[in-house]
């Protein structure tokens, strides 16, 4: 008897490589159509169009209509949870002959985990937050000190609103390239849109690499006591 959830079907979604590759593109929380999905994952708009509505049917995916149009996203944050969890799973497997190029060094700088900040400059913010004392951390989230509190709302944060939220409110990200977790959840998303609000940190269209400005880079050594190189 199997006890506990069923993940063969979902493993199943995510194992095939044209999928794979699909919900990795939608990594960075955008919307996007099935042909530019179908670019993504090397196969054809008729091939692709298979392949989303098996993730749609499989709630891995939303669609949404504008018209004759209709865009495919991540379904929710728990899948990309899941998503980024399997890459920390993948880089500890057996390796393959894959050519290097300046993307990769950039995805380990600084990308979009879904709708928060991740890789070295995710890790090394989190872990500021924590040794100003902003943010505390245990085995399952990181919560807000009310040392902490005063400063981001001073940084420009909403934290009641943010404390309203139905989702989890910090929580523990564990970062596929850094292997230590950076900060998810409502505070880190509501933090990412502040930076970007800022002119610190630019997101390419077709990219989850986030380049980080020179004001950006300024603005986090005089209020995180940050420096990334």
Not at 14 to 31: C, T
Not at 61 to 68: L, M
Not at 74 to 93: D, H, Q, S, W, Y
Not at 109 to 116: L, N, S, V
Request: aromatic share 6%; proline share 3%; with cysteine.
């Amino acid at each position: 008897m199997i006890e506990g959830p069923y993940i063969a079907e979902a493993a199943s979604l995510v194992g095939d490589p044209a999928r794979a590759n699909m919900l990795s593109a939608m990594m960075d929380g955008r919307a996007r159509t099935a042909s530019e999905l179908a670019y993504v994952a090397g196969v054809t708009p008729q091939t692709a169009s298979g392949h989303l509505s098996k993730l749609a049917e499989g709630q891995m995916v939303a669609v949404e209509k504008q018209g004759r149009h209709r865009y495919f996203r991540l379904a929710n944050k728990e899948v990309a949870n899941a998503l980024e969890a399997l890459m920390v799973l993948a880089t500890k497997g057996a390796r393959r002959h894959r050519p290097t190029g300046p993307r990769d060094d950039a995805m380990r700088f600084a990308r979009t985990c879904y709708d928060h900040l991740a890789g070295r400059a995710g890790v090394g913010l989190t872990n500021a937050l924590v040794e100003k004392g902003i943010l505390k951390s245990d085995d399952e989230a990181f919560h807000l000190t009310s040392a902490g509190e005063k400063k981001l709302e001073q940084f420009g944060l909403d934290i009641a609103a943010l404390n309203e939220s139905r989702r989890a409110f910090a929580s523990r990200c564990l970062d596929w390239s850094e292997r230590t977790p950076h900060m998810g959840g409502a505070l880190g998303a509501a933090l990412f849109r502040e930076l970007e609000d800022r002119g610190w940190v630019e997101k390419p269209k077709d990219s989850r690499t986030v380049t980080l400005t020179k004001s950006g880079r300024a603005g986090l050594r005089r209020w995180f006591d940050l420096s990334l190189n």
